[in-house]
């Protein structure tokens, strides 16, 4: 399964990006997906998941509140959807893939990932 995430970039601290993750496998509508991110010198950490039906998602509490999780089974996407925007939500965004009986939030339960993408968020 080959992941492709998309839409990081420059915002300011208050912001909103819109992250997207697509695959081409058609599998996909089978696989738990979830978001993780690393900044610089600090491991991989888990930012968001979702259940393959997109009935269940789950939350890091550094998130909560401000981040959502969405998938469309049909166009093959996840979409994390990050708002009010924080410094120190800067790092690689990482989508994974995982045929896991639960979405899991360590990263060794996702056995695909995609190459990431920049978030950076200036103060």
């Known amino acids: 399964v080959q992941l492709q995430a998309s839409g990081g970039g420059l915002v300011q601290a208050g912001g909103s990006l819109r992250l997207s993750c697509f695959t081409s496998?058609?599998?996909?509508?089978?696989?738990?997906m979830a978001w993780f991110r690393q900044a610089p010198g600090k491991d991989r950490e888990f930012v968001a998941g979702i259940s393959w039906t997109g009935g269940s998602t789950f939350y890091a509490d550094s998130v909560s509140g401000r981040f959502t999780i969405s998938r469309h089974n049909a166009d093959n996407t996840v979409h994390l959807q990050m708002n009010s925007l924080k410094p120190e939500d800067t790092a690689v965004y990482y989508c994974?893939?995982?045929?896991?009986?639960?979405?899991?939030?360590?990263?060794?339960?996702?056995?695909?990932w995609g190459l990431g993408t920049l978030v950076t968020v200036s103060s």
């Open positions: 496998d058609r599998t996909f509508s089978g696989y738990h």
């Open positions: 994974a893939a995982g045929t896991i009986r639960r979405v899991a939030n360590d990263a060794a339960s996702y056995e695909y």
